[in-house]
């Protein structure tokens, strides 16, 4: 589902079948238009009568039909389900416009209810018109019934005669009825990112937002979850949680006002946002993925990574490859001999893929540092005399594939595409303006349809040339700052935050259509774009910069709360670490890397012969644990933001036959007892036998072949020594552990 593409192009691309929908349920003799939207096991339920204002009723588990017939009369009035600005001016609205005659407000009340299908997929529609004016809110909701999740979407179509300013596009509302409700959610840094928290809900309003323009996940992040039953908990209590797949400027407010209700209203960030829409125009919001589970914050984690990796992720039920990233090996410094000796490596370690990072490119100005280059994107062939034919030809002989990094939203000033195409950047008049990354870097303005063409062309040179490239990372290093388009009509500056990203989808779906296998990397210096946004054209995103494997564990594990592991790039890295200077030994690091989609990012050439063959060995493990790790279910059993001194998670496969579990010590002081962790999500009547991989230590652990029920491991556990079996000298503070779990 896209936003803002106009009525035709939505007709276009997807497959209708509208028919009306109104639930008489007259054979349980109920007179009120109650509509009802289920998944497995879940229920939403809206009143829905004509000529009146949407109300929201429930959602929740699954209800039966026979709780419809007196649901509105449980509930008490039910809240308004897209509350409107203008004849009621105090609570918090989720959409606002001004109509072409200047007047301020709206009054919605429900037209009609819809159901049709949409890729497959249910959706239901409820349909409001303005009491006066003619004007149509249309509000989506598309259910997934297996991963129990609900995209949630609004079209809003002005068919007045003039043009109306939206002020306020919500793409959905949420009351939830105040309990003891706690929010959970993500926020940081660059290098520091999704760390989390949770804080109950009080009264007042709180907001989560971005304005970083181009990428949007580094410092806050557009997804939440609420605990109804009090404190988060990992493993039980009713859950709710919430994604604005949206790659731009976000807004999550939760208004818990003098009702003690808590008004949940997602949506783009409509700050220096007014949109004007012509006269027969649609405006299509960005999806709120929301899912409900009464697991606890697992269990709705769970339904997102399943839907994630079933309906939103490129391929993702095809295994990702172990691979070698040039960056903090060799950074800039690009040259033949170099790429070919860290091919020969990765091959050697058992590695599948290579990429190339930064510094490949740049004709007129060698791409040497961040200062010029972006925009350039032809083979430095000084540093490349075969140019990328002569490495694809290298990899080959290694038997890996290729890949290669490219920044393809972005000019240098120092360059030779901004020297033909000053006109293409972001930039207002009459300003000088800021630079980002190396002091020259622009943003390029994609609101502009030749620019759109420019930037898929990166890609579609690079793919005609070389249809051997296998993986592209595509990195967006700088925020949308300069507010103003060089292309857009004065009348609609305002719409540039969003119509930049209007013009990057569309560029994206034309390199999915023309390149369907190709696999692509979202990186935004580091964890910029983690989000449901741009995914559905990606395989994975880079996490972090910080690739510090303490560090990692922390951020990984917010980032859990709503992203598969497929998609989480983790990568071994050098030590001392390149951003903390902190040094961890391999083991640690390798057992961090090897709990998200593996890869290694480091000089093989500054290893040891023994550092590589744990990391040969490292990797020929991996593959076999990995549809475990990249298919299963993640359980996260101790969270390292509880400062007990330990982390632990798990992966269990569907069959229930295979997990792995790994735990990892985030503390040291001496004669510090940690917690025994039990597992969780096993089969309590199967029976596991343990297996350690990446064994350092010189003795077995006491367990190591023993079998254990799933019930025993469930609600006992294993106790894990704290520290390693190893010669003094060989002796660290650190110590972590991945153990196998097999029931065959
Ligand atoms: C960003 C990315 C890094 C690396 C550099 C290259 O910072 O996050 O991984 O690709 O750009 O300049």
Known sequence: MSYFYTMTDYMKTKTFITMTFLLMMSALSIKAEIVKIDTDNTSIVFKADKGKKLKHLYYGDKLPASDLKGLSSAVGSGRSQYPDYGMITVPETAIAMIHSDGNMTLDLVVDRVERKTIDGKETTSLVLKDSFYPVEVKLNYKSFPEQDMLEVWTEITNNESGNVKLTRYASAHLPIRQGYVWLSHLHGAWGNETKVEHEPLLHGMKVIKNRNGTRNSHLAHSEVMFSLDGKPNERSGRTIGAALCYGGNYRLKIDTDETNSHSFIAGINE???????????????????????????GGASRNFHKWARKHKLQHGDKERKVLLNSWEGVYFDINEKGMASMMKDIADMGGELFVMDDGWFGVKYPRNNAESSLGDWMVDTRKLPLGIKGLLKEADKNKIKFGIWI?????????????????????????????????????????????????????????????????????????????????????????????????????????????????????????????????PYFDEFWVSDNTDALQRIFIQWGTSYFYPSIAMASHISAAPNHQTFRTIPLKFRTDVAMSGRLGIEIQPANMTTEEKSQTRKAVEDYKAIRPIVQFGDL??????????????????????????????????????????????????????????????????????????????????????????????????????????????
């Open 271 to 297: 700050d220096d946002s007014p949109y004007n829409l012509k006269s027969g125009e649609t405006f299509i919001t960005p999806e709120l993925a929301m899912t409900f589970s009464n697991k606890g914050l």
């Open 635 to 744: 359980y996260r059993l101790a969270s390292p933001y509880d400062e007990k001194g330990v982390a632990s998670l798990m992966y269990v496969d569907e069959s229930k036959d295979n997990a792995v579990f790994y735990w990892y010590k985030t503390k040291s002081f001496r004669n510090e007892i940690l917690p025994r962790i039990t597992l969780d999500g096993l089969d309590p009547d199967k029976v596991y036998t343990v297996t350690e991989l990446n064994r350092i230590d010189t003795k077995p652990l006491s367990f190591e072949g023993k079998s254990y029920s799933g019930a025993f491991l469930m609600s006992s556990g294993l106790e894990i020594p704290v520290s390693h079996e190893l010669p003094k000298e060989k002796k660290t503070d650190w110590s972590s552990r991945v153990l196998k779990l097999s029931a065959k």
């Open 407 to 535: 920044e393809p939203e972005n000019t240098n000033v120092k360059s030779e595409l901004f020297e033909a195409h000053p006109e293409y950047v972001i930039k207002p008049e009459n300003r000088t303006p800021k630079y980002g990354r190396g002091g020259g870097q622009m943003v390029l303005d994609l609101a502009n349809p030749a620019v759109q063409d420019l930037v898929f062309s990166v890609v579609d040179t690079l793919m005609t040339k070389y249809p051997g490239i296998d993986y592209i990372k595509w990195d967006a290093n700088m925020d949308l700052t300069n507010h103003g388009s060089q292309y857009q009509t004065t009348d609609n500056q305002s719409h540039l935050f969003i119509d930049y990203h209007k013009g990057l989808r569309n560029v994206l779906e034309r390199i999915r259509a023309k390149y369907p296998d190709l696999t692509m990397q979202a990186c935004a210096g580091g964890g910029g774009r983690a989000n449901y946004g741009y995914l």
